[in-house]
């Protein structure tokens, strides 16, 4: 079986690096190379362009090319794109845009990850502390395997001596270079002025200091300015975009360039361009120039006064210092050659090739991965019901994919809202630990992270992990909290994701503004938000501010339930009840469908009894709760509601799906929410329902075409009206084929597509 060519994906799109390590790579034996199309809306990519060129010589699936070629890799690339990268590609080469692609290559990579190093301003800048701001840390991301498969590709020499020790020892030299890096001594010399590069003036702080340091210095002296300008600059001195053909011309033509960095991690490459064209080069002492070379060179300066002094000479025609200068300068370009950088990208890409394939058959047997789903605080109900479903579509989906992981299920240490048999229905292969939550002062928690191998600043704040009495859910590799309602920020000891149903709080005052944006906190620091709408969905991008590439639709879970064991028989109602199921929040409307209630009876003669079931509904007349006194006065005031309401509170799920099984309809008066699941479960009997009327009941009914009826929720007269029009509403027979479609076993598979991405 004949072995795969050599191949690597350079994702890069600098063009002057291009044009010089492309080749490289071929040199030292790279085969084929694939480079990205894409490019970030961002102006440091002022030197960047896409190359088309190395498609044809690329042997791989042309349906496998154009995925590659569609995906953006400065952002969050794909499973798809991954699967294929590691079909087909040995080495990546990357710069760092975001962290979010970091932790994308660290996880879903397999081969060799060259992170390509140009350098940056002085310490204490580094590539390290760049990352932590980006918000990655050490530690959740990061394994032995991927320690491994990581290099610091450091364009000079020393450039990882500024950095944590983590990543100088992944450090190998890869030295930047020119595509030609011979004289070509065309220069000419004609115009009188500087030649000065300085990008990006409109809005970058750096330069725009840059430019006012270099107009102080050689006031008076003719000048231009180039660079890229993404905005007009309004200085008859900036020439803004020129061609790369009248680009080499002004190298030719302007009597100097001054280069005015000091920065001994970081170089441009315009001043190698301007010794290669024989342009004389003035520069400043100090910089990463001196250690290529510049040390004793005539054109180097200690201070700006001296600068200036050396530029008025050669704008006088002061052939003397013009030749001492050019005839020196070259030794400039000696590191930037390629038979100079040849043998050292070969050993390097040896190296890089040897060990990778060491540390791949040398492998460790990597155990089953983990995955906890933890209910923060002691929701019940549907929220009980939707974690333990996810808990089994995790383990579901998982199998189906050939990679199982082991679930486990976490909740709070209460007895008392969950006991023994509230987990019945929960599978025997799934564990389950009751926990209390355990807060850390700053302190505390920089030691936690540091014994759990977590690198990075911690903000000056307390810190929450979830405390099972064994290790803190250490044992898992992903922690997915259903819900948004953390009050302190989870220790960054591993990743989490949030599963968030609703952001009742932009619709309802549930919670104050602190409140407000702390849950938000939470979901900007998860890795993903999992939602089960689009009006969520929607509420996560505009309300939350969270980023689309965040925000993750998974369906609607529905257990295998329903008509087995049930009548399920068209026809009108046998039964004279109806179910009310619902809770003491504030968004379940209790006022209005109290007063829709005693329209109902008393003005319409209404002829079935409301049961009342779910969390707390036995208290609905004696909590006080302040949003509840309205409804109580109403219940207390109404002779009607006392002989035909019934509040049965919370019922074992078997009671409560026999007592939906013999009901005439269902009623869902809430004002608005992710929606509920109760009128699907209803469904599956072949029992109707009537529903508030709001777009995530809508996308539901559509979802499992339920042919719901409707009723405005601020409208009690309305809601009256249509729980008469129910009293001869016609049970259905449930239509298996749509709920088989949306499965717990169908399902499973498009949960775990989404979190396997964050293992």
Known sequence: MKSRPLRAMWLLNHTTARKFEVPMLKRVGIEE?????????????????????????????????????????????????????????????????NADFFRSIMRNFCGAKVWRAYGLSDPPLSYARILSHYGWRKGPSWSAHAAASLWFGQAYSHLAEVEPRWLADRAIYLPAGLESADLRDDWIGSDRRIFFVCPDLAFNDYYQDVYRDFKRTFAGLAYVVAGAQPLRVEDEHVLGYVSGEQYRLNMRSFAVMYYHSSERYHVHYHPFEAVRAGMPLVFMGGGLLDRLGGLKLPGRCKTPQEARSKIERILAGDKQLIGQIRESQAVLLDSMKA??????????????????????????????????????????????????????????????????????????????????????????????????????????????????GVEGP????????????????????????????????????????????????????????????????????????????DFTANDARQFAGLPAKKVRKVPLLVPAFGGKG????????????????TNLALHKNHRNALEALRIYYE????????????VDTDKLFTHKLTHLVAAREIHNASKALKVSLRTEGDLPDPVYRRKLRDAAFLWHPGLIDNGTFSVVEAASFGVPALSSDYPTMREIDRQFELDLTWSDPNDPVDMASKLKRMETAQRSTPRPEVFARHSLEQSAAEYWQVIQEYL
């Open 458 to 533: 911690l903000l000056p704040t307390t810190y929450a992990v979830p405390d099972d009495g064994i290790n803190q859910f250490l044992d898992c590799d992903l922690w997915i909290f259903i819900s948004d309602r953390l009050q302190f920020p989870i220790l960054p000891v591993r990743p989490y994701v949030l599963m968030i149903y609703d952001y009742l709080q932009r619709y309802v005052p549930i919670m104050d503004e602190n409140a407000r944006q702390r849950v938000i906190d939470r979901a900007h620091a998860a890795e993903a938000v999992l939602v089960t709408t």
């Open 339 to 452: 038979e100079h950088c040849e043998p050292i990208w070969r050993s390097g890409i040896e190296l890089i090739l040897k060990r990778t394939a060491e540390a791949r058959s040398t492998a460790p047997i990597v155990r089953k991965k983990r995955v906890a789903v933890i209910l923060p605080v002691a929701y019940r109900g549907g929220s009980l019901r939707g974690a333990k479903l996810l808990a089994h579509a995790v383990a579901i989906g998982s199998q189906h994919f050939g990679s199982p992981v082991d679930v486990v299920f976490g909740h709070l240490d209460d007895p008392t809202s969950y006991p023994d048999r509230e987990f019945d229905d929960l599978p025997d292969h799934i564990e389950r630990r009751a926990f209390h939550w355990r807060t850390l002062p700053q302190g505390q928690a920089i030691r936690a992270c540091a014994y759990a």
């Open 603 to 614: 003005e319409y003669g209404g002829l079935f009894e409301c049961h009342v079931t779910g």
């Open 566 to 581: 049930g009548s399920a028989q068209g026809g009108p109602p046998a039964s004279k009840y109806f179910i009310w199921t």
């Open 33 to 97: 190379i694939f480079l990205p199309k894409k490019i970030p809306s961002d102006p440091s990519f002022r030197s960047g362009s896409v190359d088309w060129s190395e498609d044809e010589n690329l042997t791989i699936p042309k349906q496998d090319l154009a995925i590659l070629n569609a995906t953006d890799w400065y952002d969050e690339p794909s499973a798809d794109a991954w699967r294929i990268a590691n079909e087909h590609f040995q080495l990546i080469f990357f710069i760092l845009l």
